[in-house]
């Protein structure tokens, strides 16, 4: 038994009335490789695999010699005995509280601790620990724990986990697929693949984890820059980061090297704005041949929303009634937003509708469509593509970009009565 886990054990209440200054990191608690705090979203495979593996505390203290932050021995004190996942985080959880409260008064790992053994473990301190507590049994655990403490401590090997490349990606996945909503990692899992497929022609992919280096990354991200653009790169240096991010954050490598790789400056792709005699042909053309398509783009324009918010609205979330858009952003809250007349003016009937049926279905307003926002948004993507060739508009041009053109007839139209702040300041909501 370690004489850290003996004095865990006894560290007083009034620990922080003695300021040291940080030469250690907060102690961390390791749960089997598995976010704790969506354990309730875990299947019973992924439970059982997490309470098989070691379940410690963990920190690092600053060696006087090196003045760098070395990894301690793990901290288990009998934690995995315990085979359920409360009993086990809680047992850990009051070691971590222990063991911060124990380093705060000033415990060292690379000194001799005699003296705030004698100042924690006197008898005028025991005697009055003794007094509050009813327990014969916590007091013999006390008598034994002062019996045991003044023995060499053990010493306990760091375990080092060296997992494969392939095993660490799955790793990663199965943990982030709980962690972001289902667009955000379909595009994460989708830039990994990327980055796993290109270690597979490198015939790096056999190897341990650790066998990947800063230079490996940045050839990789060289070759994504070189292929695609600055901008793809930069996402895919930030997903890769995030990866190694909770590969650290697990104990599985030492250092997330990635986010020290530099983020290259990278110039957006701008949306050119039509002109005046540019929509009036594309409004009457999609007139003609997708009326559809004709309703989706109004919305974009008038209501000044993105393809992919319009994908998300239902027949319920219309209120014809108040003119009143109810619009679910990701990550966010509901916003209101006010309908415009001329909208309201091209909406069919929908008081009749399903209100859980689609807004912009795939043909028709109010219609049911089994695919997820995504793919629908790029379905009217692809649709306005054939009104792009038609007019032969290159790739600065899109749907996107009624929403910059109507923007601007908007501002153009306050600054006849309003200063440029006003104008600024009434568009903004």
Same mark, same amino acid.
């Given at each position: 038994?370690?004489?850290?886990?003996?004095?865990?054990?006894?560290?007083?209440?009034?620990?922080?009335?003695?300021?040291?200054?940080?030469?250690?990191?907060?102690?961390?608690?390791?749960?089997?490789?598995?976010?704790?705090?969506?354990?309730?979203?875990?299947?019973?495979?992924?439970?059982?695999?997490?309470?098989?593996?070691?379940?410690?505390?963990?920190?690092?203290?600053?060696?006087?010699?090196?003045?760098?932050?070395?990894?301690?021995?793990?901290?288990?004190?009998?934690?995995?005995?315990?085979?359920?996942?409360?009993?086990?985080?809680?047992?850990?959880? !009051?070691?971590?509280?222990?063991?911060?409260?124990?380093?705060?008064?000033?415990?060292?790992?690379?000194?001799?601790?005699?003296?705030?053994?004698?100042?924690?473990?006197?008898?005028?301190?025991?005697?009055?620990?003794?007094?509050?507590?009813?327990?014969?049994?916590?007091?013999?655990?006390?008598?034994?724990?002062?019996?045991?403490?003044?023995?060499?401590?053990?010493?306990?090997?760091?375990?080092?986990?060296?997992? !494969?490349?392939?095993?660490?990606?799955?790793? !990663?996945?199965?943990?982030?697929?709980?962690?972001?909503?289902?667009?955000?990692?379909?595009?994460?899992?989708?830039? /990994?693949?990327? #980055?796993?497929?290109?270690?597979?022609?490198?015939?790096?992919?056999?190897?341990?984890? @650790?066998?990947?280096?800063?230079?490996?990354?940045?050839?990789?991200?060289?070759?994504?820059?070189?292929?695609?653009?600055?901008?793809?790169?930069?996402?895919?240096?930030? @997903?890769?980061?995030?990866? #190694?991010?909770?590969?650290?954050?697990?104990?599985?490598?030492?250092?997330?090297?990635?986010?020290?790789?530099?983020?290259?400056?990278?110039?957006?792709?701008?949306?050119?704005?039509?002109?005046?005699?540019?929509?009036?042909? /594309?409004?009457?053309?999609?007139?003609?041949? @997708?009326?559809?398509?004709?309703?989706?783009?109004?919305?974009?324009?008038?209501?000044?929303?993105?393809?992919?918010?319009?994908?998300?609205?239902?027949?319920?979330?219309?209120?014809?009634?108040?003119?009143?858009?109810?619009?679910?952003?990701?990550?966010?809250?509901?916003?209101?937003?006010?309908?415009?007349?001329?909208?309201?003016?091209?909406?069919?009937?929908?008081?009749?509708?399903?209100?859980?049926?689609?807004?912009?279905?795939?043909?028709?307003?109010?219609?049911?469509?089994?695919?997820?926002?995504?793919?629908?948004?790029?379905?009217?993507?692809?649709?306005?593509?054939?009104?792009? @060739?038609?007019?032969?508009?290159?790739?600065?041009?899109?749907?996107?970009?009624?929403?910059?053109? #109507? /923007?601007?007839?908007?501002?153009?139209? #306050?600054?006849? !009565?309003?200063?440029?702040?006003?104008?600024?300041?009434?568009?903004?909501?």
């Amino acid at each position: 038994m370690s004489s850290i886990y003996l004095l865990l054990q006894r560290v007083h209440k009034n620990v922080h009335v003695l300021p040291m200054k940080l030469n250690y990191s907060e102690p961390k608690i390791y749960t089997g490789g598995v976010d704790i705090s969506l354990w309730s979203k875990l299947s019973v495979k992924e439970k059982k695999a997490s309470l098989e593996k070691p379940w410690y505390v963990y920190f690092s203290f600053r060696n006087s010699k090196t003045n760098k932050l070395e990894r301690q021995p793990n901290i288990k004190a009998g934690a995995n005995k315990l085979k359920t996942k409360g009993e086990r985080y809680a047992f850990l959880r !009051t070691m971590q509280q222990a063991l911060l409260e124990l380093l705060e008064y000033g415990f060292n790992p690379y000194q001799d601790n005699s003296s705030l053994e004698e100042a924690m473990f006197s008898s005028d301190n025991l005697n009055n620990s003794n007094k509050k507590s009813t327990k014969s049994q916590h007091l013999a655990i006390e008598k034994t724990t002062l019996e045991i403490i003044k023995k060499e401590p053990i010493v306990i090997k760091v375990e080092q986990i060296h997992r !494969t490349i392939s095993e660490a990606f799955e790793f !990663t996945l199965d943990l982030k697929v709980n962690m972001m909503n289902k667009n955000s990692f379909v595009q994460y899992k989708s830039r /990994i693949g990327l #980055f796993e497929k290109w270690l597979k022609e490198k015939e790096y992919y056999k190897n341990t984890i @650790d066998f990947i280096t800063k230079k490996i990354v940045i050839e990789y991200l060289n070759e994504v820059l070189k292929r695609t653009s600055a901008r793809n790169r930069n996402n895919s240096r930030t @997903d890769i980061a995030s990866m #190694f991010q909770l590969l650290e954050d697990n104990e599985i490598i030492k250092d997330n090297f990635v986010k020290k790789i530099a983020v290259l400056k990278s110039v957006p792709k701008r949306n050119k704005t039509y002109t005046p005699k540019q929509e009036k042909e /594309i409004y009457k053309y999609l007139e003609e041949v @997708d009326p559809h398509l004709l309703l989706f783009v109004k919305f974009i324009s008038y209501s000044i929303l993105r393809p992919i918010e319009i994908c998300r609205l239902r027949v319920g979330d219309v209120d014809v009634k108040d003119k009143k858009l109810y619009l679910k952003e990701k990550n966010k809250p509901v916003k209101i937003k006010i309908i415009p007349e001329i909208l309201l003016e091209s909406l069919p009937d929908l008081s009749k509708g399903d209100s859980n049926a689609l807004l912009f279905g795939r043909y028709e307003i109010g219609e049911l469509w089994d695919a997820d926002e995504v793919n629908r948004r790029n379905d009217f993507s692809k649709r306005f593509k054939k009104i792009k @060739d038609h007019f032969k508009l290159g790739v600065e041009y899109g749907m996107y970009s009624f929403k910059h053109t #109507f /923007i601007t007839k908007l501002y153009k139209s #306050f600054r006849e !009565t309003m200063s440029q702040h006003e104008a600024k300041s009434k568009i903004m909501p």
